[in-house]
């Protein structure tokens, strides 16, 4: 792999541009592999890097019936923290984030991780409890976190409307100053590269259309470029989870929404951090382009086709547009929608399942980018010992059953 | 932007007036306190999440605050028909497979009325009146 340095992009830039060294190959399928992962987005493709890198198995494929990242890798609004309320959940978010710190260096590759902060808003008393509950429970969990009154999310924003003017007034905010924003194509494309030049196969244009199952055994994946053996793989395909699953035999409790972004035309630096608001219902950053990137709810049924509905387009830029009367002039430049797969406790599944071998990563909702990195890292410790890793192990597809819910609505639910 | 046929409003009415409610057709089971914890989290947290033909809940929240049900394509987001609470569906899976079958054929039938149900598929405006009317 040709490693990027400002040294190399004078010497690229003397030879105006012309050799640089493609990121990865588009290798033809081998007829086996020690490990399949299905769906080459950013938690696939991490998955694979980790599974090269840390536990030496480089016989690996990642099978993405698209091109890469292109689903919801693409399509989220960038945002990173770790603030989750449970043990379980702040254990594997705060894993992502200790990943994010150094991910750059390690990949070789500008993610450009901006730890510029978030800011989780309190409208009500009962806003402000649950804020007050969950930076306690942060901080018992070594993740940093602050509350804040009405005067200090002022002073750190000062466009927002903090007054009791508004109609939902800000009454504080939750802080976490290591949270931030990451570009999400770079993060893909990094792990792409990285995975590649550690012999990974990222084998795209390749659909998996069926499985093979022998005995209880997962034996392989049938495609549209012919089968493909291995007696491990790893299925981690957000919105279509529960299409491969049926394939399997399988049924997960997931539903896929439609959740949607959109983005303004470019202005000239004027909000440097994060702000989410559950109550109003939207949240908003800016990137180093200068557009706002604006997200808010899912669509409420259920749906495959990657893009969203009027009325909630409506309601994020009234969200936005409350807290934010500055921004009420701003013109949208694009809109899109991803589909994410929910769970009933808007928590990852990340479990092994009746077949031996199988293995899902799913259920991410609107919430997976942050995680990329931990959800690649303890998968892939998973898939190469047979047995969960122990931070992946309580978001088991066995809690639906057994009522071991990690109910993470409060911080997860609605605004990411 | 849904249009969406209220069967009991009688009424085409704008999307903004319902919310969705869930998969539909899902029994409580008639035992609760016999059920194991496998058929008890089946009920509670498994729903069936097609790419394709959906049964699914809705209300109408700010119209006559009914319950009511639609067969609804979650891939094109086509409605094919709405119905009663209580009653059964007329469009499935096959529905789909039909369409499919058609297309392969190089049929150009794009005006359909769903079977029995009171929403109308990709329907001329003729046909949409003729069902209004009803």
Avoid at chain 1, 21 to 48: C, E, F, M, S
Avoid at chain 1, 117 to 129: A, E, K, S, Y
Avoid at chain 2, 63 to 80: A, D, P
Wanted: charged share 20%; hydrophobic share 35%; aromatic share 8%.
């Amino acid at each position: 792999m040709q490693r990027y340095s400002g040294f190399g992009l004078v010497k690229h830039a003397l030879r105006h541009h012309e050799d640089w060294q493609r990121q990865w190959r588009n290798p033809t399928p081998k007829p086996g592999y020690d490990v399949i992962i299905v769906g080459g987005g950013g938690h696939g493709l991490a998955t694979a890097y980790y599974l090269a890198k840390e536990h030496g198995i480089t016989n690996v494929a990642v099978l993405e019936k698209g091109w890469l990242g292109g689903g919801n890798t693409a399509r989220n609004t960038t945002i990173v923290r770790s603030n989750y309320l449970w043990d379980e959940s702040a254990a594997l978010y705060e894993h992502a984030m200790k990943h994010w710190e150094g991910l750059s260096q390690e990949l070789n590759y500008n993610v450009m991780f901006s730890q510029r902060g978030v800011l989780n808003l309190g409208h009500t008393l009962q806003d402000m409890r649950d804020i007050q509950r969950r930076v306690n429970a942060n901080r018992l969990n070594g993740i940093d976190g602050e509350v804040l009154d009405a005067e200090g999310v002022q002073s750190l924003v000062p466009i927002m409307d903090c007054s009791k003017r508004a109609r939902y007034p800000v009454m504080g905010a939750s802080w976490q100053p290591r949270a931030g924003v990451a570009r999400h194509d770079a993060v893909a494309w990094g792990y792409a590269r990285a995975a590649d030049a550690l012999g990974v196969d990222l084998l795209q244009n390749t659909e998996v259309t069926g499985f093979k199952i022998r005995d209880g055994q997962i034996q392989g994946v049938h495609t549209n470029r012919g089968d493909i053996a291995s007696k491990t793989v790893g299925c981690v395909t957000a919105g279509n989870s529960s299409v491969l699953a049926g394939m399997a035999g399988l049924n997960l409790p997931l539903e896929s929404h439609p959740l949607q972004a959109l983005v303004s035309e470019p202005l000239k630096p004027v909000l440097d951090t994060v702000v989410m608001s559950n109550h109003v219902h939207g949240y908003i950053s800016q990137s180093d382009k200068g557009d706002l990137v604006i997200g808010a709810g899912i669509d409420g049924y259920n749906g495959y086709g990657q893009r969203g509905s009027y009325p909630t387009v409506e309601h994020t830029l009234q969200a936005i547009v409350e807290m934010f009367p500055i921004f009420s002039r701003v013109r949208m430049n694009r809109q899109w929608g991803g589909i994410v797969d929910t769970c009933p406790d808007a928590c990852p599944i990340l479990s092994k399942t009746k077949v031996k071998g199988l293995y899902f990563n799913c259920g991410w909702g609107t919430g997976g980018f942050k995680a990329t990195p931990g959800s690649g890292h303890v998968f892939a410790a998973s898939l190469a010992k047979g047995e969960m890793h122990p931070i992946a192990a309580p978001f088991s597809i066995d809690r639906f059953h057994s009522g071991a819910l990690i109910d993470e609505h409060g911080a997860a639910g609605v605004a990411h | 932007m849904f249009h969406i046929y209220c069967p009991y409003c009688e009424e085409l009415r704008e999307e903004e007036e319902f919310h969705p409610k869930g998969q539909a057709h899902i029994a409580r089971p008639e035992e609760p306190d016999a059920c194991s914890d496998e058929e008890w989290g089946d009920y509670l947290f498994f729903r069936d999440n097609p790419r394709g033909i959906h049964h699914e809940m809705w209300l109408h929240a700010v119209g006559c605050r009914k319950f009511f049900n639609i067969t609804r394509n979650t891939v094109s987001y086509e409605i094919l028909e709405t119905y009663k609470m209580g009653e059964q569906p007329t469009v499935g899976a096959e529905h789909l497979a039909r369409e499919e079958k058609t297309a392969r054929e190089g049929k150009t039938d794009s005006v359909q009325v769903a079977e029995g149900g009171q929403q109308t598929v990709g329907a001329s405006d003729a046909a949409q009146a003729s069902v209004k009317g009803a």
